[in-house]
T-cell receptor, first 112, second 114 residues
Framework: KQEVTQIPAALSVPEGENLVLNCSFT??????LQWFRQDPGKGLTSLLL?????REQTSGRLNASLDKSSGRSTLYIAASQPGDSATYLC???????????FGEGTQLTVNP | KAGVTQTPRYLIKTRGQQVTLSCSPI?????VSWYQQTPGQGLQFLFE???????NKGNFPGRFSGRQFSNSRSEMNVSTLELGDSALYLC????FGEGSQPQHFGDGTRLSIL
């Protein structure tokens, strides 16, 4: 059974800092990995999707990497801003398709 | 382009009642998935529908059921509600549900059981 773990559970940083969120998964037979953000009381916003054949994806100040063989992914946020404050979730989609297995999330607070 | 729309946003029910939640996917998307989010269990997959057929099912009791209509809109039904069913129910849509495109989520329906 696939298990996804995110470290740290919570993170508080000053504005402008670069930061890394970590995600690990137990079964490397994945189809893709997605990073989402969730604001309080809201649904999930897709940030980046990395196919199993890819090593990384970039969007603006965000960069996500994937090392399938070791079961790890990182989300790098450059020059953090207070608007980045949210819970960040990583999810893997296994070869069966569509079913996402989520980690517990990292709650990020960026202080002005 | 409109996003995924879930109705209602909030719902209060009592134990033993049943409830139906609705999800309208992004126009053109044919795959709709449902997830339950609770503080204790996090996000858990309920089921996925594609072209009116359930393709994938999570580990939830038979009280949880769903369906998809020909226009891809989906409904989820929970019968004989229990206190533990209190949760945020999220719906996600994607083009074909085959993993090459991201899943897009609605804002959810917050269900509270008294």
């Amino acid at each position: 059974k696939q298990e996804v773990t995110q470290i740290p559970a919570a993170l508080s940083v000053p504005e402008g800092e670069n930061l890394v969120l970590n995600c690990s998964f137990t079964d490397s037979a994945i189809y893709n990995l997605q990073w989402f953000r969730q604001d309080p009381g809201k649904g999930l916003t897709s940030l980046l999707l990395i196919q199993s054949s890819q090593r990384e994806q970039t969007s603006g100040r965000l960069n996500a990497s994937l090392d399938k063989s070791s079961g790890r992914s990182t989300l790098y946020i450059a020059a953090s801003q207070p608007g980045d404050s949210a819970t960040y979730l990583c999810a893997v989609e296994e070869t069966s398709g569509s079913r996402l297995t989520f980690g517990e999330g990292t709650q990020l607070t960026v202080n002005p | 382009k409109a996003g995924v729309t879930q109705t209602p946003r909030y719902l209060i029910k009592t134990r033993g009642q049943q409830v139906t939640l609705s999800c309208s996917p992004i126009s053109g998307h044919r795959s709709v998935s449902w997830y339950q989010q609770t503080p204790g269990q996090g996000l858990q997959f309920l089921f996925e529908y594609f072209s009116e057929t359930q393709r994938n099912k999570g580990n939830f009791p038979g009280r949880f059921s769903g369906r998809q209509f020909s226009n891809s809109r989906s409904e989820m039904n929970v019968s004989t509600l229990e206190l533990g069913d209190s949760a945020l129910y999220l719906c996600a849509s994607s083009l074909f549900g085959e993993g090459s495109q991201p899943q897009h989520f609605g804002d959810g329906t917050r269900l509270s059981i008294l």
